[in-house]
């Protein structure tokens, strides 16, 4: 199994400001993928990012509001840019061992004032 | 592309009953299938997946799901409930090859009371 740790773990930050969220892992990975989990529901994919390549973001989701970093197998960061109410959720990254499995960091809570 | 549906959304059980969560999913190919359970305050934590073979799977405390190809289905059981698996239960499916990001379900809140 793959131990991920994500930094920090909760913000509150202002309207209009930046937060970075760190993942690291203990392991060399391939697939490192970016989720939320708004209030009360489920996990939407945010983008994919692979090392060496650019991230792919998903339907939605854009690489000016969330700039990805992977400069290595074992790193990641997401940046949720210029904040509104509406970006509080929790943000999960995951990634996929090499068995196939999935697994998730703890999240970062994020509250928009 | 893939979607999964989870139609319980809100469950409560009595210890010792039996639990039977349905999921289905939507996609033409071959899929990976998961379920990952989310106690309160702590974060996502694999319950049993299914890749090929046997289509009933064993996963950790007890819980086990059966994949029924025909049905698009991957419904999560447990024959006694205890007061410990109070959580959130999603299912989730990716492709057997290419998309390796997961899809997830709506989830299902199961609450056991004592």
């Known amino acids: 199994s793959a131990v991920i740790s994500q930094k920090p773990s909760r913000d509150i930050c202002q309207r209009g400001t930046s937060l970075t969220i760190q993942c690291q892992v203990d392991?060399?990975?391939?697939?490192m993928f970016w989720y939320r989990q708004q209030p009360g529901q489920s996990l939407t994919l945010i983008a994919t990012?692979?090392?060496?390549?650019?991230?792919?973001?998903e339907s939605g989701f854009v690489i000016d509001k969330f700039p990805i970093s992977r400069p290595n197998l074992t790193f990641s960061t997401l940046t949720v840019s210029n904040l509104s109410p509406e970006d509080s959720s929790i943000y999960l990254c995951?990634?996929?061992?090499?068995?196939?499995?999935?697994?998730f960091g703890p999240g970062t809570r994020l509250t928009v004032l | 592309a893939q979607s999964v549906s989870q139609h319980n959304h809100h469950v409560i059980l009595s210890e010792a009953a039996s639990l039977e969560l349905g999921c289905n999913y939507s996609?033409?190919?071959?899929?990976?299938l998961f379920w990952y359970v989310q106690y309160p305050g702590q974060h996502l934590q694999l319950l049993l997946k299914y890749f090929s073979g046997d289509p009933l799977v064993k996963g950790i405390k007890g819980f086990e799901a059966e994949f029924i190809k025909s049905k698009f289905s991957f419904n999560l059981r447990k024959p006694s409930v205890q007061w410990s698996d109070t959580a959130e239960y999603f299912c989730a499916v990716n492709a057997g090859t290419g998309r390796r990001a997961l899809t997830f379900g709506s989830g299902t809140r199961l609450q056991v009371q004592p």
């Open positions: 392991s060399q990975v391939t697939m």
């Open positions: 990012a692979n090392q060496g390549s650019e991230a792919t973001y």
């Open positions: 996609y033409g190919g071959t899929v990976n």
């Open positions: 995951s990634v996929e061992a090499p068995n196939n499995e999935q697994f």
